[in-house]
Nanobody
Framework: QVRLVESGGGLVQPGGSLTLSCGGS????????MGWFRQAPGKERTFIGG????????HYGNGLGGRFSVSRDNVENTVTLQMFDLRPEDTAVYYC????????????????????WGQGTQVTVSS
């Protein structure tokens, strides 16, 4: 059984930073590109960033590469999302995702191309 489990969510003040982690089990972790998505209340799930199987390449959603950074550790089977200069509009449930292949084209990280999802972790940016 494949499991992706996110951790590290919580309440952070505007301008602050937060790091999310996602641990994978039940899959050959290095055989999957990994990504992060988020979903705010009443909105669609959107792509934040993804990383290739061996971690050599990353791709970010529009305008997010400057404040968000994705990395992975294939020994620990984890993928990490570092978030900086957080804003109230970053409030959302954050999900990690496993995709069979990495891609860097616009819009290629569609939700229906994802093989496995985590259960999500809440991030709230508020003073």
């Amino acid at each position: 059984q494949v499991r992706l489990v996110e951790s590290g969510g919580g309440l952070v003040q505007p301008g602050g930073s937060l790091t999310l982690s996602c641990g994978g089990s039940g899959l050959t972790f290095g055989n999957y590109a990994m990504g992060w998505f988020r979903q705010a209340p009443g909105k669609e799930r959107t792509f934040i960033g993804g990383i290739s199987k061996q971690g050599w390449s990353t791709h970010y959603g529009n305008g997010l590469g400057g404040r968000f950074s994705v990395s992975r550790d294939n020994v620990e089977n984890t993928v990490t999302l570092q978030m900086f200069d957080l804003r109230p509009e970053d409030t959302a449930v954050y999900y990690c995702a496993a995709r069979r292949e990495f891609c860097s084209g616009d819009g290629c990280w569609e939700a229906d191309t994802i093989s496995y999802w985590g259960q999500g972790t809440q991030v709230t940016v508020s003073s």
